[in-house]
């Protein structure tokens, strides 16, 4: 496995795709433009200068992570060694973890029919919404 390579500052875009956060720079760019990325909790632009021992705040889909910079490069290689440019902090995988569950927590209440409504059940179903919207007004 090569080590990264230690260079001094990289561009915010190249090193969240060189990382593997994001698919292609383009991507890293828009996420960044669109404000999901944070560096020391400040928004910043995708031409952003970063180096070793910064804190990245990277919000994709409903996870948040909170990372610190160990090390830069400018190409892109395996993950195992993307995996050694940073590290997440222990209270962002906590919390993670923590939203994860409430969300499989709310999907289990989540009742799933096995068949589609019989025409009783569509009658109910029916009646239930008119009642509802009476009850808005």
């Keep these: 496995m090569q080590k990264p390579y230690l260079e001094t500052k990289v561009r915010l875009d190249k090193w969240l795709w060189a990382a593997r956060f994001f698919k292609t720079r383009s991507l890293a760019k828009q996420a960044i ?18 180096s070793v021992g910064i804190t990245l705040t990277i919000r994709q889909d409903l996870d948040e992570k909170i990372i610190l910079v160990l090390a830069l490069s400018e190409q892109r290689r395996g993950a195992p060694e993307a995996a050694l440019l940073y590290s997440e902090t222990e209270a962002s995988i906590a919390e993670r973890e923590k939203r994860s569950a409430e969300r499989k927590a709310g999907l289990a209440s989540f009742i799933v029919s096995d068949h589609r409504p019989n025409k009783k059940e569509r009658r109910q179903i029916h009646q239930f919404q008119r009642i509802n919207l009476s009850n808005d007004d």
């Design 33 to 50: 433009e669109g404000g999901k990325i944070h560096c020391d909790g400040q928004r910043v632009k995708p031409s952003k200068e970063i």
